[in-house]
């Protein structure tokens, strides 16, 4: 099984900051597949990412992906008050699928 | 648009089992593999498994193989989990969420308390 790491825990920023959120795997993870997922409290998660760096529909071009082998980020630019939320990356190349423990993110 | 509705609200007792649907709406339902995911009060996203809705074969998570079995009906384009011998860490939010691979769309999710 495929254990991702992400961090940091959790982070705190101001508006317009741009945020790193970074994921880790323990093995290689093939074909780059990683989804990242962004989650309000009371709600479901909302694709963000998928295929390392592909932005799904409707998902503004402050957020993007990259990375390959075992490490992965997310980077959102001029953070925005609604960006506040956990956020998780999510590995399909292998199963079981398998979440990161997520990152908290903190809009000052 | 695309549409997963579940359930509702489920209060188990330790040992009992529980049943909870997702209706799909919106798409061609054989077309998309569905999965079930849950998170624990507070917790993260556990993958629990997937279920092909055109020939449903299914994959489970090894950890809840033996107790989770994943069905599917086309004639009303709905999906099931049933989780058997319930424990109180099975309490959590379940939810359904359609995607081969990453998971584009997701049900609104349905709470499950196991407690005696």
């Known amino acids: 099984e495929i254990v991702l790491t992400q961090s940091p825990g959790t982070l705190s920023l101001s508006p317009g900051e741009r945020a790193t959120l970074s994921c880790r795997a323990s093995?290689?993870?093939?074909?780059?597949?990683i989804a990242w997922y962004q989650q309000k409290p009371g709600q479901a998660p909302r694709l963000l990412i998928y295929?390392?760096?592909s932005r799904a529909i409707g998902i503004p071009d402050r957020f993007s992906g990259s990375g390959s082998g075992t490490d992965y980020t997310v980077t959102i630019s001029r953070l925005e008050p609604e960006d506040c939320a956990v956020y998780y990356c999510?590995?399909?190349?292998?199963?079981?699928?398998?979440f990161g423990q997520g990152t908290k993110l903190e809009i000052k | 648009q695309v549409q997963l509705v579940q359930s509702g609200s489920e209060v188990k007792k330790p040992g009992a089992s529980v049943k909870v649907s997702c209706k799909a709406s919106?798409?061609?339902?054989?077309?998309?593999?569905m999965h079930w995911i849950r998170q624990a009060p507070g917790q993260g996203l556990e993958w629990m498994g997937l279920i092909n809705p055109s020939g449903g074969g299914t994959t489970y998570s090894q950890k809840l193989q033996g107790r989770v079995t994943m069905t599917r009906d086309t004639s009303t384009s709905t999906v099931y989990m049933e989780l058997s011998s319930l424990i109180s860490e099975d309490t959590a939010i379940y939810y359904c969420?359609?995607?081969?691979?990453?998971?584009?769309?997701w049900g609104q999710g349905t709470l499950i308390t196991v407690s005696s």
């Open positions: 295929g390392a760096s």
């Open positions: 919106g798409y061609t339902f054989t077309s998309y593999y």
């Open positions: 093995q290689i993870v093939s074909s780059s597949y």
């Open positions: 969420a359609r995607g081969r691979l990453w998971f584009g769309y």
């Open positions: 999510q590995q399909y190349g292998s199963s079981p699928y398998t």
